[in-house]
């Protein structure tokens, strides 16, 4: 059997295309979408995405405003920041790159976001409409991977989805996304017991566990969809997800490769939401 291999790639080229032509518009009507990233020190992997994400609006005509802080801020600090953000007419998102130092608390920073600007989609009040299927932000992942699906007109109403991972990154969201297609969603994580037994029942797999290359054939059935979200090093220091892509290639019908499935869309959507929030100030003002 020939994988078929979800090009994360093409499609968030694709969108991208009618994503420029949507910021045109808008400055066309004088808006002109605006994207705060705050990045918290010097990790390195951080710095790379900010770096990504900035590069990406640019390319669509989104403006970013980048807010670098030392790694020895203060919450109070971090959250006066957000605080004046949040009452800038001109910011339509505000993202605050993950992790933070240990003296902040991810959660109370994610929170302060107000929720019409929270263009990561974790708020807890977007969350919940993301579960209540109602319209907000949502997480970008998430999201991502299902407009692979829909790209590629993979059914999705009906199917039993196996979830390998439970973040609320990932997992939470995803099974959300999942329910409201009307599939059959199983969460499994690391407590979970007989997981090849459940993952072999499974028409759509998705892994998110950050183990490199964790699972094989063995886990899956005949004319699966996996779906790779992880991003590891493997121990020659190649990238690699948390799928073995050479042992379930032979085995299922599609496919999301590392890199070059998920990961462009993450970031597409991101600018998507930011145009999506941009577009809503047209019947604000």
Not at 18 to 30: E, Y
Not at 66 to 74: M, Q, R, V
Not at 261 to 285: D, F, S, Y
């Amino acid at each position: 059997m020939n994988v078929n291999l979800i090009d994360g790639k093409k499609v968030s080229k694709e969108l991208q295309i009618k994503l420029k032509k949507r910021v045109s518009s808008l400055r066309q009507k004088g808006i002109l979408p605006k994207l705060a990233v705050i990045l918290v020190g010097n990790n390195a992997a951080s710095k790379v995405y900010v770096r990504n994400k900035q590069i990406t609006a640019e390319k669509l005509g989104i403006e970013t405003l980048n807010i670098n802080f030392d790694k020895n801020i203060s919450e109070n600090e971090l959250i006066k920041k957000i605080d004046e953000l949040n009452n800038d007419a001109t910011v339509d998102g505000i993202l605050v790159q993950l992790p933070l130092p240990k003296q902040i608390d991810e959660s109370k920073v994610t929170q302060r976001i107000l929720p019409n600007k929270d263009v990561d989609g974790f708020h807890p009040v977007n969350m919940g409409k993301l579960f209540t299927n109602e319209i907000g932000p949502q997480p970008c992942t998430p999201r991502g991977i299902m407009e692979l699906l829909k790209y590629y007109n993979l059914e999705i109403s009906g199917k039993n989805v196996v979830i390998i991972g439970r973040s609320n990154i990932v997992g939470r969201p995803m099974a959300a996304f999942m329910l409201n297609e009307d599939a059959t969603v199983t969460i499994t994580h690391s407590k979970t017991k007989n997981l090849k037994k459940i993952t072999r029942q499974a028409d759509i797999v998705i892994v998110a566990i950050g183990k490199a290359e964790f699972i094989d054939a063995t886990y899956l059935k005949d004319d699966a969809i996996v779906i790779d979200v992880g991003m590891n090093r493997n121990k020659a220091g190649k990238l690699v997800g948390d799928v073995n892509q050479t042992s379930v290639s032979k085995k299922v019908k599609y496919l999301t490769p590392v890199p070059g499935g998920v990961g462009p869309m993450t970031i597409t959507m991101l600018m998507q939401q930011t145009i999506e929030l941009a577009e809503k100030r047209i019947n604000n003002e």
